[in-house]
């Protein structure tokens, strides 16, 4: 039985989460003023470049994974056609008998 439900959980890591950012803030803050601001910028602007450079990436792999599925699924669909026809089909089966 678990002291606190998981949503209390959340709720709790949220709120002390909040917090904690709050007094980072607070003391942070003023050394990113003036002369620190370019710095955080730069900072910030990396760090979406870098975030868009990766979802893109990310979302051609998942192109190129999805298309390699679809042609897997392709030739299982047209070995599983042929196997069924070839049982289907008495002409094509060898029984020994001639």
Do not use: H
Request: avoid cysteine.
């Amino acid at each position: 039985m678990a002291i606190l439900e998981d949503e209390q959980r959340l709720v709790i890591l949220g709120v002390v989460a909040g917090v904690v950012a709050t007094g980072v803030v607070k003391y942070l803050g003023p050394a990113f003023s003036g002369t620190g601001r370019p710095l955080l910028k730069g900072l910030i602007r990396t760090g979406l470049l870098t975030y868009e450079g990766s979802r893109e990436k990310f979302a051609q792999a998942s192109e190129v994974i999805e298309d390699l599925i679809a042609e897997v699924r392709a030739e299982l669909d047209a070995e599983s056609q042929t196997t069924t026809r070839q049982q289907a089909d008495p002409a094509t089966q060898t029984n020994g008998e001639q």
